[in-house]
Each structure stands twice: as C-alpha cells, then as structure tokens.
C-alpha cells in the first residue's frame, strides 16, 4: 500500500471516533429540522437564482456546506495532535517523507468532507426535493465544493495548528474563526436580507461561497456569479493549501 | 562490518554548537551506548542519526547507505523510539500496535501474530484494551518500545527508553534487547542510567558540550579510568586525634567528617587500607562497619565530566 494511504489508514482510525460521528449528523439534524421548520413561519420564501425556496430547504442545502466546514477541523485537530503527542516526529522518522503527511492529511479531510456532504445531502434530501433540479453537473459540482471547501478549510485549521502551541489557544482560535466563517455566512440565512456592512461582509467568507456553489448544484441554477464564486473558492483553497504546506514544512522538532 | 559511519559531523542552531564535529562507528549486531549530561548533544546526534535533521558539515552512513542523500531509504529500514512520548490518546494498546504495523505495511495476518507475542513480551496482556490515554508513563512506554517491534529493522535508535519503567520492567526490557542482538540487530542506546549501559553495551561514547570525549568497551573504560577506588570507614565513636593517627600515609586522599566518618580514595586500594587497618587496630579504635566501592561505570562518568568541566 502506499505510504499516503496507510497514513490516510491511520488518519480515518484515530479521527473517525462515535462521538464525531453522532455530532457530524446530529448536530445538522437539528439545525434543519428544529430551526428549519421553527423559522419557516418567519422566514417564508427565500429567494435564490431564478427560484423561491421554502426555508428548511435552504438551511438543508447550507448545512452541506456548513458540515463540510466543520468536518475539516479534523485536519487542524490532526495536526495538533500529532505534535502535542509526539506522533508527528515519529511519523517523520518512519518511512514518511512530510509531503506524504501533508497529501494524508488533504486526503482525510477530502474523504471526510465527501461523506459528509453525501450524509447531510441524504438526510436533508426530504426537505428540499421538491424544489431539486438534477442535471448532469449537479454530482460534479457538489463533489467540486465538497473538496475545495475540505481543502480550503482543512488548509487553514491546519494553518492555525501549526501556528499554537497550547491548548487553550488552539481551541479558543479555532472556535472564533469557524464560528465567525458559519453565522457571518449565507449557510443559515440570505445575504438580502442583511443589513449593508454584514451583507459585504458575508462575501468577505468561503463559506458563503461554498453554499452558493451547492446550492447552485442542487438546484440547477448555476449563474455566471456562481462560476465566478467557485474560481474564488479555489483560488483561496490553493492560497491556503500552498501556505499549509509550507507550513508544514518548516515544522521543526 | 559497520552499520554507522559518522565521519566530523557537526550541527548548529545559530551560534548554539549541538554537535560537534564528532566521528564515530557503529559495528554491526552490537549495542552501541550514548552517554551524557543533560544538554550534552545525545538527541541531536540521534535526530542527525535518524534523518530527522540535516547536519550542518560532515559525512554520515546508515546501513551502507548516504544519510543527507537518501534519508527515505535509511528510515524505511530503522526503528526509532524517542525520548518524549509518541502515542494517540484515543486508540487501545493493541489498536495502537496494529496501527503501527500497519504504517510499516506489515501484512494483517503477519501484524496479528506480532502484536499478541508483543502484548506478552512487554506484560501488556492485561491493559491491550486501555486506551492510550488512561495509561500510567510506564505502560505507555513500554507500549511505545513494544510497537517499534512490530515491523522489521536492521538498526534501532533507543533515546532514554527505560525513563518512567520500574526496575523489574527495566531489567525485562534490558534482556528483551539482549536477546534482539543476538539475532543481528544492531542497537544505539542513550541513557542517563549507567548500569544499564555497564550491562547492555558492547562499547560507549560519552559525549559532553557536542564533543565525544571517550569511546570505548566499559571494561576497558573501567581499567582505563577507575582505578581509584574509594573505600568508607564508619568508626563506633569520635575520635578527634584520627586525622593526625593517618596523616602521613603516602599514595591517597583522605578526608574526614564529624569525626567518625573515613573516607579514602586511592589507586592503590588494598595496601592503604592494611595500613590504615593497622594504625586503628594500634590505637584501639573500634570499626563499626568499613566498604569498598566497587569502580563503576557512574563514577568514571562523573570523573570525566568534571575532567573535561575542568579543561574547557
């Protein structure tokens, strides 16, 4: 097997406990069925593209793109780990060279964020099959968002890993900025509707771009602002990645 | 045959000199001892050894093969177990190993076997369902040594690996590792305890400020260095005229305390003590308890480190 798969192996062992994975669908359950349905008498339509969407609908799809946010906390997590217990330089003095770490790490994340997305998709499907428009771009574009937005937000949380020694610092960074990117966003309520400087700065946020791009892949309404959303996306999730892994480089013992 | 060849090897950190154009070989199928203070240079040189840094001059050989050139292959064929701790807190003992073997592409059927003679040979039987997290400093290095064992090595890097283990575990691992020497392993050890080294090693290098001062067999460290022995007396009572009763024996240092205590120190042991005997017997004075300590391995080592403290 090759190196980058066992470590990719290991990676999924030590991440994928019951806890995370209970969180991973709970957490958005809740969201969409408890705050979907509670808000939909306040919230009716939502307008997006050229469609109207009923509320639950639109906080399901944001959701895929928010849990793919989250789920690539592992990556930073993984990292932090590594070097607080010690794994990191023994990885380093086994048959590992440090692109093999970094490609493990994007791939678990790529992995985790794909079943991810899947998983919300499947669960919040009920919720907004109606207003659903498959087309042949639909799968490649969910599939394009979920990995660019692991990649983009595995990059930075790995970012952060590699910047904090403690804890504490680890923790209260990562919170700030995950809880910052998931409300300042469109994954939970539309930019329109938001007063002028938040509205700005819902664009200033990937994760608003990654929503729009699922969103715009379930429901067939893919623009030229969509297009123009994924270039950005994936010129930040390449920004990142580079600096990750320079990053991850220098990472000294 | 050699399995490392360092050849003026030398690392810095800025003006920091870690190492210090040290040169040495390692022979094949022996344990080759690493001793030192504190700061003495012991990780480093074993980081350098292990590819996980890059010397700054000098030439290095693991196993035949270029140490700066290719450190993928030399780690492909080395076993590490470092001085901190290496573990993930969430996998059980036995998930660990497996995992490890894993890393190594050890085969599944190939990593079952392992991981069981490995869970008895480091008395892991009982805990191989506790996660890392919940083990005291002592299993858990017993379960970071015992993983290293799961895959294949020609040479295997020991930093400290008896800190936290009781003496029992500490005698076992010792045995284990003799034993993997005999079957063509080839050990670098570095500890701060110096039996250990006196009953591991086939020869020893004591390093001190990046610079090796000695490297030797500890036999012959021993008839090399300590030859002084030190001999104690504890007298029944006072005896305020003791110091001018020995005063004038030749070929020793003598010291006194509070009056009943004798300590001598002398290359020439043996006769010194029967004089020493003779004068107290003469005297009257009566010898509660009397030892001679045995030249070990610990007293040559602080010898040394006081030598060398004293010449630079």
């Known amino acids: 097997m090759h190196p980058v798969l066992r470590l990719v192996n290991r990676n999924l062992t030590i991440s994928l406990n019951p806890g995370f994975l209970i969180w991973q669908v709970i957490f958005p359950l809740i969201y969409i069925f408890v705050a979907g349905f509670a808000y939909a008498p306040l919230i009716q339509d939502v307008p997006f593209g050229s469609k109207d969407l009923d509320y639950p609908a639109f906080l399901a799809s944001g959701m895929i793109g928010f849990n793919i946010m989250n789920s690539t906390l592992i990556s930073g997590i993984l990292i932090w780990n590594d070097r607080r217990h010690g794994m990191f330089e023994q990885i380093m003095s086994g048959p590992f060279t440090r692109s093999h770490y970094i490609l493990s790490n994007i791939c678990t994340i790529g992995v985790i964020g794909l079943v991810s997305a899947s998983l919300i998709a499947v669960v919040g499907y009920p919720v907004f099959f109606e207003s659903v428009e498959f087309s042949f771009v639909t799968i490649p574009i969910i599939i394009f968002g979920a990995i660019t937005g692991s990649v983009l937000f595995g990059s930075l949380a790995s970012i952060i890993s590699t910047r904090i020694r403690s804890s504490e610092g680890f923790n209260v960074i990562i919170n700030t900025v995950f809880l910052f990117f998931a409300f300042v966003s469109t994954a939970f309520y539309p930019a329109d509707g938001a007063p002028e400087p938040l509205r700005s700065a819902f664009y200033l946020n990937p994760l608003t771009y990654l929503v729009d791009v699922i969103r715009a892949g379930i429901f067939g309404t893919i623009t030229e602002f969509v297009i123009i959303e994924m270039l950005i996306l994936a010129a930040i999730a390449s920004v990142l990645f580079i600096i990750a892994s320079r990053l991850l480089t220098k990472l000294d013992f | ?312």
């Open chain 2, 1 to 312: 045959m050699s399995c490392i060849d360092v050849l003026h090897l030398s690392k810095s950190y800025g003006s920091v000199q870690a190492v210090n154009d040290i040169v040495l070989s390692v022979k094949s199928g022996s344990v080759f001892g690493f001793l030192g203070p504190n700061g003495a240079g012991k990780s480093t040189t074993i980081k350098l050894l292990t590819t996980l840094i890059r010397p700054s001059s000098g030439s290095l050989s693991i196993l035949g093969i270029d140490a700066v050139m290719n450190p993928l292959q030399i780690r492909d064929k080395i076993g590490v177990v470092l001085q901190q701790p290496s573990y993930e807190p969430t996998l059980s003992v036995e998930k660990s190993l497996d995992k490890y073997g894993m890393m190594w592409n050890v085969p599944k059927s190939e990593r079952k076997k392992r991981m069981e003679q490995l869970l008895k040979d480091f008395d892991l039987v009982e805990i191989r369902k506790k996660r890392n997290e919940d083990l005291s400093i002592g299993q858990r290095r017993r379960v970071q040594v015992a993983r290293e064992f799961m895959h294949d090595m020609k040479l295997l890097f020991l930093d400290e690996p008896t800190v936290g283990l009781d003496p029992s575990a500490r005698r076992k691992l010792l045995d284990y590792l003799k034993n993997k020497v005999k079957t063509g392993l080839t050990i670098f050890y570095t500890t701060h305890i110096l039996s250990e080294a006196e009953y591991l090693c086939d020869e020893i290098a004591i390093i001190d400020k990046g610079k090796i001062i000695t490297i030797d067999s500890p036999d012959s460290l021993k008839s090399r260095f300590g030859k002084e022995k030190t001999i104690k007396i504890h007298l029944t009572e006072k005896h305020p005229e003791i110091s001018s009763l020995l005063f004038g024996i030749i070929g020793c240092k003598i010291s006194f305390d509070a009056g009943t205590n004798i300590v001598i120190h002398s290359e020439h042991s043996e006769l010194v003590l029967l004089k020493v005997l003779k004068i107290l017997s003469e005297n009257h004075v009566e010898i509660e308890d009397l030892s001679a300590v045995p030249t070990n391995l610990e007293e040559i080592f602080l010898n040394m480190m006081r030598e060398n403290a004293s010449s630079t």
